[in-house]
């Protein structure tokens, strides 16, 4: 048994290591998704066996063995991009019925086994680019991925493609397909079961040096709702586009062109082998024009369907000799959209924009239309721009928002305008503009004030990134208001926006909102506003924790949203911002705070009465004072009075009526101190009782139950002043007129009980005869002793 109990303890710690040491180099989320990315391995590692995800990329794995993968049952994406794959066990994958991505690119498989994807059945995303395989089929291949949606697969090194390659595949969508080394291609080979949306071919130069095979391609994929993207080629040659026949014959409406350098001759070719073909969508995206744009020949072609026009990054050679569009046309008169976006546009001549009659869409952003410019490019006679509904001149180097808006009013049909990324910096007081128009973005245009120019029209008013402060013109349409990114330190007035749903305002010094500043707002269900200056008041705070939902919906996440001020709480999401009921309540807590500290105050003083604490802290002073007094002896000559008479109130009547009489009058005759008597008159009584002990010869202490109670206190740190009551000092005289019980002497008297312990005193007696014996007693205790006096 225990023995058992200590093996599985091992075993666990083993599996705690191992479970260490996976997540030391993977990072495993709450998706159960574990990025193992970039860690040097060799081999594939371990992780939790209920992982969704693996990425195992940017590693150096070279195989993967029949039980490497074999826990993780539930994985549905593994990415094994760019490691040393050259053996992958033909059962390697068997528990991967949940697999929905696979990425095996650029690794180092040599060939391709069908039985690796047998129980692939969910697999719909693989991707198999870049491997040093040389040949697809005869065998078919994909069989078993019966749910494949999109394939990437070819490289350099692919030289034959057999028949019956991407058999089985019957719901593929989109394929990539790398051939530029391809030397042999049977008929039918890439031909699917039914036709794929999105077929994209990189052939780099094979459409120069084998146009035959690459038309044997072009057969087999060329299909109407095929749309057709040709990829990294070079288009120099008449004879490289002859391939696009096959394009053409097989109804291709979609072709686009992404990195292909290409000349004059090339583009004319081209049009000429596909003309009359059903093309309504022409694409050149980073395309290198080698020419000036002598295409004439092709003027007598026919592309009645080319509705669409896309260019973008476009990098003419020859850009100062390119002539004018004009000889294109046969092109422009059917077009309904035109893309020309980075493509150093700098102006479109007036006979071109003729041609753009049926133009709806113009999209000129990234380009180099200028105030100069524009103007030429905007003219609307002879029913230029009739039908334009959309104009985006966005980052150009426009200046004057006024000449945009008097240009675009001749555009009777436009309901987009896109000005954004130029330098208005202003606006003018008044501006006319279509009536149609909706959309107005003005975006990153340096704005610093607002006026009347704006078209109250309009439904969608983007004002990002400028500079602007106060908002008070009224928009009746208006649904979406962009304010991101400018200088706002409160929401504008929600009158002015009786339509408004969505409000983006992140990015400005909004300091605060609250449910009236929102109420404004009748239609607003949608706010951004994170990221703006917020003071983490109490009723800010409450209301956003609270009460916000209320209102709107906050779209852009709560954790935008971050308080400024105060300093302590500056970074801290509002969200989980707590404040104390102090800082909340701050007048109510002060009185509150205040009126506890005075019944502290009272309570410690009531106790201190109760425990004589202050009579204690005196006595402490007062000792620590004598202790620190040297112990001189008086002068005789300094001492007036032979004895100080210390009593209580009660017994005033025994000191004045039988002490002083007897003392005073008698033969030797002492000179008594009587506070009555003797004290000056206006000084603090202490100082007195200080003072006519100090003038004193002894101290007379007629004690009584009274005195002991009411009088002592006062005596008793004096005496330590005096050191009264030390050893060796006698000049403590007590007379107890009733007899007192030491029980009855508080405690802290300590003094007191001191003396009474070690001097002796005289008692009153109740009896006549005893008086006289008493009389000479004290009349002894009392007398100067000259010779001590002397010498001391
Ligand atoms: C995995 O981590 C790397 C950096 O280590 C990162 O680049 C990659 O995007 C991550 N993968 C996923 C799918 O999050
Ligand atoms: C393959 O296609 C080419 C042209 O597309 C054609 O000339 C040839 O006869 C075809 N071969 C077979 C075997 O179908
Ligand atoms: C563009 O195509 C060339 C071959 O024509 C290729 O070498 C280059 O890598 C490609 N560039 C990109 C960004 O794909
Ligand atoms: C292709 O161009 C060559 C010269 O570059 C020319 O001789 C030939 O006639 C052209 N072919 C066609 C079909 O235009
Ligand atoms: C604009 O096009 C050029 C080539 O014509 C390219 O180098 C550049 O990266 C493009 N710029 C953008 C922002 O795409
Ligand atoms: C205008 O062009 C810019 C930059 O190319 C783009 O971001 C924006 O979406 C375009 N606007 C419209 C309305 O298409
Ligand atoms: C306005 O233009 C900017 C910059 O081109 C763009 O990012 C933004 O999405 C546009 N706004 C709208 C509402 O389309
Ligand atoms: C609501 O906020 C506005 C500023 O946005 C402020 O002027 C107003 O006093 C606040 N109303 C209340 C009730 O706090």
């Not at 008044?430 to 078209?455: D, E, I, Q």
């Not at 105060?566 to 002060?590: H, K, N, Q, T, W």
């Not at 009782?689 to 004193?696: L, M, N």
Request: net charge neutral; hydrophobic share 40%; aromatic share 10%.
């Amino acid at each position: 048994m225990r023995l058992l109990g200590a093996k599985s303890i091992i075993l666990f710690i083993l599996i705690l290591a191992q479970g260490s040491e996976s997540s030391r180099t993977c990072k495993c989320d709450q998706q159960y998704f574990c990025n193992c990315s970039s860690n040097h391995l060799q081999q594939v590692p371990k992780v939790p066996a209920n992982a969704l995800g693996l990425d195992l990329s940017f590693n150096q794995i070279e195989s993967i063995n029949i039980n490497d993968l074999s826990p993780y049952s539930e994985l549905k994406t593994l990415n094994l991009h760019k490691n040393k794959l050259s053996f992958i066990h033909k059962e390697a994958f068997k528990s991967q019925r949940n697999l929905k991505a696979l990425d095996l690119s650029l690794n180092n498989l040599k060939e391709l086994v069908s039985s690796w994807f047998h129980e692939l059945k969910s697999l719909q995303h693989l991707n198999l680019v870049g491997n040093p395989y040389s040949t697809l089929g005869p065998a078919s291949i994909f069989q078993s991925l019966v749910n494949l949606r999109t394939l990437q697969f070819g490289s350099p090194s692919l030289r034959v493609v057999h028949k019956n390659g991407l058999d089985g595949l019957t719901h593929l969508d989109e394929m990539t397909f790398i051939g530029s080394n391809l030397r042999s291609y049977e008929n039918g080979s890439l031909k699917a079961a039914r036709p794929i949306g999105l077929v994209s071919l990189s052939l780099q130069n094979l459409l120069q040096n084998d146009p035959e095979l690459v038309s044997k391609v072009l057969q087999d994929v060329s299909h109407p709702e095929t749309l057709l993207t040709i990829k990294d080629a070079t288009l120099r040659t008449n004879t490289s586009t002859e391939p696009f026949k096959a394009a053409k014959e097989g109804g291709t409406k979609s072709l686009s062109f992404q990195n292909v350098t290409t000349s004059d001759e090339a583009i004319t070719s081209l049009l000429q082998v596909m003309d009359g073909s059903p093309l309504s969508f022409l694409g050149l995206t980073d395309v290198h024009l080698f020419g000036q744009g002598w295409w004439q020949k092709a003027s007598y072609t026919h592309y009645e369907n080319l509705h669409t026009a896309y260019i973008r990054n476009l990098d003419i050679q020859g850009f100062f000799e390119f002539s004018s569009m004009i000889q294109l046309g046969f092109l422009l008169v059917h077009l309904h959209k035109v893309s020309v976006i980075n493509g150093t546009v700098f102006v479109i001549p007036r006979e071109t924009t003729l041609l753009l009659r049926n133009l709806e869409y113009l999209d000129l952003s990234q380009n180099l239309l200028s105030d100069l410019t524009i103007e030429p490019s905007l003219f609307t006679g002879f029913g230029a721009y009739q039908n334009l509904n959309t104009l985006n001149v966005s980052q150009n180097i426009l200046k004057s928002l006024g000449l945009m808006s008097r240009l675009v009013t001749n555009l009777k049909r436009l309901i987009y305008l896109d000005l954004s990324h130029n330098s208005f910096v202003s606006m003018p007081e008044k501006c006319s503009w279509p009536a149609t128009l909706r959309f107005l973005n003005l975006s990153s245009t340096k704005l610093r004030t607002m006026t009347a120019c704006l078209p109250s029209t309009l439904t969608v008013l983007d004002l990002s990134e400028n500079d602007l402060m106060v908002f008070n013109q009224r928009f009746p349409q208006l649904t979406t208001l962009i304010l991101t990114g400018n200088r706002f330190m409160e929401l504008p007035q929600g009158e002015l926006f009786p339509r408004l749903c969505t409000l983006l305002i992140q990015r400005n010094a909004l300091r605060m909102f609250n449910g009236s500043s929102l109420g404004r707002f009748k239609n607003l269900q949608y706010l951004e506003a994170g990221n703006n200056n917020f003071v983490c008041s109490c009723e800010f705070v409450s209301f956003f924790k609270q009460d916000v939902d209320r209102f709107i919906t906050l779209r852009d996440g709560r954790c935008n949203y971050v308080c400024d001020t105060p300093f302590a709480l500056r970074g801290d999401a509002i969200e989980s911002v707590r404040l104390s009921v102090f800082e909340c309540y701050m007048i109510p807590a002060v009185s509150v705070l205040c009126s506890v500290i005075i019944i502290v105050l009272g309570l410690i003083v009531v106790t201190c009465h109760k425990l004589h604490v202050i009579w204690y802290l005196q006595m402490t002073k007062a000792w620590i004072q004598a202790k620190r007094k040297p112990a001189v002896g008086r002068l005789a000559e300094e001492l007036r009075y032979d004895a100080f008479v210390s009593y209580s109130q009660h017994d005033a009547e025994w000191v004045e009526e039988i002490l002083v009489p007897e003392l005073e009058s008698s033969q030797p005759s002492f000179t008594l101190c009587l506070h009555k008597r003797d004290f000056r008159p206006g000084r603090w009584i202490v100082d007195n009782i200080i003072d006519s002990i100090e003038k004193s010869h002894r101290t007379l202490f007629v004690l009584s139950e009274h005195f002991v109670t009411s009088e002592w206190c006062r005596y008793e740190l004096d005496f330590s002043h005096f050191r009264i009551v030390d050893e060796h000092n006698d000049s403590a005289v007590l007379v107890l007129l009733e007899p007192i019980k030491k029980e009855t002497i508080p405690k802290r008297f300590c003094k007191l009980r001191k003396i009474m312990n070690s001097r002796t005193y005289l008692e009153w007696p109740e009896e006549e005869e005893k008086r006289g014996e008493f009389w000479s007693n004290l009349r002894a205790a009392l007398q100067r002793d000259e010779c001590t006096e002397n010498a001391s």
